[in-house]
C-alpha cells in the first residue's frame, strides 16, 4: 500500500520579507540548541546555535530566540531570499549525562520563498 | 576545508546484496555520527563513535546493519543483507566538541 510520510509544516513568503520558523522541544534538560538548513539533495548544514544561559542569538540575517519556559525556539530570517528556500531543523541536546552527545532533531519546517 | 566526504553519493543494488557505505570526517573531529534520514520518519542516530570507539549504536536498526572507524579518517556503515526497507539517505557527520555537528552530502540508498 502507499506509505504515509511525513507531513511537514511549511511557510511560504514573498522574497524579501522576514521569516519566522518555530519550533517546540520536549527536554527540559536540554541546554544546547541548533538550527539547520537543508536544501534538496543535499546534507544538513548548520545555520545557528544557542545555548540555554541565553534567550536570543544573532547571526547575519537570522536570530534564534529561546523560550525556556514553554519549551519553545525560534528562528527569524531577515529579508528572505529564494536562496533560502530549505527545510529547516531544530535539533536539542541535554547538557549533561551520558547522551550529552546526542541531537535529537524536529521534523522540519520547509520553507519556500516565492520571487 | 572539504568537509564531510561521503561516498557513494547515490547506491542501487536488488534486494540480498550487501551495501558499503564510506565516510570521511573532518580532519581533527574526534567524533563521527552516522545518521538516516526517510520521510517516515525524519533523522535518526544510528551509531556514534568517540576517538574511533562506537560508544552508541542503539539505533541501528538490527544486526544487518554494522558499522566500523578503523582509523580517525575513516568509517564504514555495512547493510548486508539489504532490504528494500533500508531505503533512505544515510548522512555521515563529525564533530570535534558535544556541540555542533558537520554533515556530510548523503548518500541516497534504493535497495530494489
Known amino acids: 500500500g502507499e506509505s504515509v510520510g511525513l507531513h511537514l509544516p511549511t511557510l511560504s513568503v514573498q522574497e524579501g520579507d522576514n521569516s519566522i520558523i518555530n519550533c517546540a522541544y520536549s527536554?527540559?534538560?536540554?541546554?544546547?540548541f541548533i538550527w539547520y538548513k537543508q536544501e534538496s539533495g543535499k546534507g544538513p548544514q548548520f545555520i545557528i546555535d544557542?545555548?540555554?544561559?541565553?534567550d536570543k542569538r544573532q547571526g547575519q540575517r537570522v536570530t534564534v530566540l529561546l523560550n525556556k519556559t514553554v519549551k519553545h525556539l525560534s528562528l527569524q530570517i531577515a529579508a528572505t531570499q529564494p536562496g533560502d528556500s530549505a527545510v529547516y531543523f531544530c535539533?536539542?541536546?541535554?547538557?549533561?549525562?551520558?547522551?550529552?552527545?546526542?541531537?535529537?532533531f524536529g521534523k522540519g519546517t520547509l520553507l519556500t520563498v516565492n520571487p | 576545508d572539504a568537509g564531510v566526504i561521503q561516498s557513494p553519493r547515490h547506491e542501487v543494488t536488488e534486494m540480498g546484496q550487501e551495501v558499503t557505505l564510506r565516510c570521511k570526517p573532518i580532519s581533527g573531529h574526534n567524533s563521527l555520527f552516522w545518521y538516516r534520514q526517510t520521510m517516515m520518519r525524519g533523522l535518526e542516530l544510528l551509531i556514534y563513535f568517540n576517538n574511533n570507539v562506537p560508544i552508541d549504536d542503539s539505533g541501528m536498526p538490527e544486526d544487518r546493519f554494522s558499522a566500523k572507524m578503523p582509523n580517525a579518517s575513516f568509517s564504514t556503515l555495512k547493510i548486508q543483507p539489504s532490504e528494500p526497507r533500508d531505503s533512505a539517505v544515510y548522512f555521515c557527520?563529525?564533530?570535534?566538541?558535544?556541540?555542533?555537528?558537520?554533515f556530510g552530502p548523503g548518500t541516497r540508498l534504493t535497495v530494489t
Open positions: 544557542i545555548r540555554s544561559n541565553m
Open positions: 557527520a563529525s564533530s570535534h566538541s558535544v556541540y555542533e555537528q558537520y
Open positions: 527536554n527540559s534538560a536540554s541546554d544546547y
Open positions: 535539533a536539542e541536546k541535554p547538557g549533561s549525562g551520558g547522551s550529552n552527545y546526542k541531537l535529537t
